[in-house]
C-alpha cells in the first residue's frame, strides 16, 4: 500500500523559510507527477507545484515562482517544498500527491495518492 507522509510544516514569521519534505513509502509510480496542493478551511484546494520522478521538468503556481522550489530525491522516494520568502497568504495545509500522468499536474482529480497534510502558519 502506498503512503505519502509529509513534514516540515510550522509556524514562522513572514520572510521566513520552510522545507516540506514528502516521503513515499515505495514508489508510488514509475513514471509520473508528484505535486504539492495546499488548502485553507472552506477553500478549494490549490495546485502549488510539481515535479516529475524523470527529467528536470518543474511546475509552479505564478503565485510562488522566485520563492518555491520543488526537488526531488530519488533513491529516498522523496520529494521537497523549499519555501523562501513566505508570506501571511502561504498560511494554508499543504499536501502532497502522487500522479501517474505527466499533463494536467495542476489538477487534483489527476493524483491518485495523497499525504495527511503538514500546517504552515505565517505571521505577519
Known amino acids: 500500500q502506498v503512503q505519502l507522509a509529509e513534514s516540515g510544516g510550522g509556524l514562522v514569521q513572514a520572510g521566513a523559510s520552510l522545507r516540506l519534505s514528502c516521503r513515499a513509502s515505495?514508489?508510488?509510480?514509475?513514471?509520473?507527477?508528484m505535486g504539492w496542493f495546499r488548502q485553507a478551511p472552506g477553500k478549494e484546494r490549490e495546485f502549488v507545484a510539481a515535479i516529475r520522478w524523470s527529467g528536470s521538468s518543474s511546475f509552479y503556481v505564478d503565485s510562488v515562482k522566485g520563492r518555491f522550489t520543488i526537488s526531488r530525491d530519488n533513491a529516498k522516494s522523496t520529494v521537497y517544498l523549499q519555501m523562501n520568502s513566505l508570506k501571511p497568504e502561504d498560511t494554508d495545509v499543504y499536501y502532497c500527491?502522487?500522479?501517474?500522468?505527466?499533463?494536467?499536474?495542476?489538477?487534483?482529480?489527476?493524483?491518485?495518492?495523497w499525504g495527511q497534510g503538514t500546517q504552515v502558519n505565517v505571521s505577519s
Open positions: 500527491a502522487a500522479s501517474p500522468y505527466y499533463n494536467e499536474y495542476d489538477s487534483d482529480s489527476r493524483y491518485a495518492y
Open positions: 515505495g514508489r508510488p509510480f514509475s513514471t509520473g507527477t
